[in-house]
């Protein structure tokens, strides 16, 4: 089984432009995404997917590889599309968030184990939520999970809802996860989840992944008890640096 990564980024971010050309710590948020990939051994290529010349001349000044894709996608996921559809040896396809500089190659590699089960079709991780902080944060999507290890559904309230208890007891009452936003797809599936329309619940929750469940598609859920990292914001880049230096 071949497997490609893909690091789709983007220039112009709304809350935090240029985000993936920002230094952290003598390098940028894009290499070190990249440079953390590149130690996951299952992956045969990473590749970066960007609609911007700096962004693409940066990775190839750093020895990294990066393509150009069209500036009108709507998602990550779109853009992985547009280069998967390029390489059409590979069998499943991995979107890596490029606002984690420090993701783990073990949370790769977790995503890759899912495809050794010929039904998955698409793959994500999750995590348990330990704080209330965590679990009522609308930024910060939940995952509703059945007994296949699959997603049932994913929302930006805490779901279930714990009749009978107050809210600040839910943790002690029920297991609940976080989405991490790292994907695995089936190469054949993300063409398809791609030319479907934007469904009622993905606008809802503003939750693209709500459309392949809605389009009855499956996402096979792995579990990870590492933290993630993620910068959205200018605000969450001088957290991570405090979180660093602290941690030094």
Known sequence: MKILGIIPARYASTRFPGKPLVDILGKSMIRRVYEQSKKCAHL????VATDDERIYKHV???????????PDHASGTDRCAEVAVKHPQYDV???I?????????EQISKLVFCFNDAATQIATLVKKIRSAEELFNVNSPKVVINNLSEAVYFSRSPLPHIRGQAPENWLQQFT??????????????????TKLPISSLEK?????????????YTIKIAETELETFAVDTPEDLEKLKLHISLAK
Not at 44 to 47: A, G, Y
Not at 60 to 70: N, Q
Not at 176 to 193: E, N, P, S, T, W
């Open 176 to 193: 609940y996860f976080k989405h991490i936003g790292i994907y695995g797809y089936r190469a054949d599936v993300l063409q398809q989840i």
């Open 44 to 47: 045969s290529e990473v590749i």
């Open 93 to 95: 396809v991995i979107n």
């Open 204 to 216: 809802a929750e503003s939750l693209e992944q709500l459309r392949w469940i809605e389009n009855g």
């Open 60 to 70: 190839h000044d750093f020895g990294g590889s990066a393509v150009i894709t069209s």
């Open 97 to 105: 968030q490029g606002d984690e500089p420090y993701i783990d190659p």
